[in-house]
């Protein structure tokens, strides 16, 4: 770590212990981080954001050693799971302990908990919690229900003077939010996809998590139908609908932006094409960016080619899906 980095941590840490708001970079998305056990600082997350109180955080620990600091129980697949894939992108819903603020359970008798996979912030996370494993309620720092941010330039234009300090640690390298499992009711569940999939949870544990059913599952981030949403309406299509879709709305004189795995098969005024990449890992690191940048355009529409349908997509469509039943609230042209 340099002696810069260093600084702003140092920085941060103080501005965290006095209640403050400090966004910092993960390998998922941009955390807009709190204390997770001041219920004054975390109750700044919720109004910056714009977030409902009943919708939980994620709590982000420097190191599994400080799970039972935050869970009453940790069954043995908690650990396995913790020495695989922590730190990284896996979320684990766990039944809480008591002195845990409802602020941040959003008043369940669960809460999640994560490592995140990232130099800087295992390093904020360190210099906070230290030995007594202190951890900071950090949901992805942008308005509630918007596009997730990757980079610092984009949690500064949203969020502006809500934050006292953004850290920046330089575009995230997985890109879309954190896998989460549940594990508060005996048999795992997966709750949200994300890069860590169900084969990957299977390897360890020997069977494959149980889909979500919503039945008795614990509240959880990004679990609303609409969420990851640009301001400007946006459709999923099948690749050989983009061009005539496309042509409808360059017809009525309209902008429109299209994300797609091909290149553009037309090229006229008005037209923005985008050709994302093909590979699902690339793809979602592309993703929110790309959707900042369309939403920037005034557009009347985006058009976002439908990705394939196998497993290594899933955690893609599933962002796409929300986005798109959230989209077009005032963005556009």
């Known amino acids: 770590m340099t002696a810069e980095d260093a600084a702003r941590i140092e920085r941060a840490v103080a501005l965290l212990r006095a209640g403050e708001l400090v966004a910092f970079p993960t390998e998922t998305v941009y955390g807009l981080g709190a204390d997770a056990a001041n219920p004054a600082a975390v109750a700044k997350v919720f109004a910056a954001k714009g977030r409902p109180a009943a919708h939980p955080l994620i709590v982000h ?3 599994a050693a400080h799970l039972a600091r935050w869970a009453r129980e940790l069954p043995p697949e908690a650990e396995r799971l913790a020495a695989e894939f922590w730190p990284g992108p896996l979320t684990l819903i766990l039944k809480r302990q008591a002195g845990v603020a409802d602020a941040v359970t959003g008043g369940q008798d669960t809460v999640g908990l994560r490592v995140p996979g990232h130099p800087l912030a295992l390093a904020l996370l360190e210099a906070f919690g230290g030995k007594d494993g202190g951890g900071l309620a950090a949901p992805s720092a942008n308005r509630f229900g918007r596009i997730s941010p990757t980079t610092a330039a984009h949690v500064r234009e949203e969020l502006g003077g809500a934050v006292a300090l953004v850290l920046d640690g330089g575009p ?3 890109g879309i939010e954190s896998t ?3 594990l508060s009711r005996g048999q795992p569940v997966l709750l949200r996809p994300g890069a860590i999939g169900a084969a990957d949870i299977a390897r360890v544990l020997g069977r494959p998590p149980q889909a979500a ?3 008795g599952a ?5 679990s609303l139908a609409a969420h990851y949403a640009p301001r400007t309406p946006l459709r999923l299509l099948p690749a050989g609908q983009l061009a005539s879709a496309a042509g409808q709305v360059l017809a009525t004189g309209g902008r429109v932006a299209v994300l797609a795995l091909a290149e553009p098969t037309m090229q006229k005024a008005g037209l923005e094409w ?3 990449p093909a590979q699902p ?7 929110y960016a790309s959707l900042r940048e369309a939403d920037a355009l005034g557009c009347a529409a985006i058009l976002v080619e439908q990705p394939p349908g196998d497993e290594a997509w899933l955690a893609i469509r599933d962002r796409l899906r929300r986005a798109a039943a959230g989209a077009g609230d005032g963005n556009g042209t």
């Open 61 to 63: 620990l420097s190191s």
């Open 172 to 174: 995230c390298a997985v």
């Open 180 to 182: 989460i499992l549940d």
């Open 213 to 215: 059913t919503g039945e």
């Open 218 to 222: 614990p509240r959880v981030s990004g």
């Open 274 to 276: 985008k050709r994302m």
């Open 281 to 287: 890992a690339a793809y979602a690191r592309a993703l």
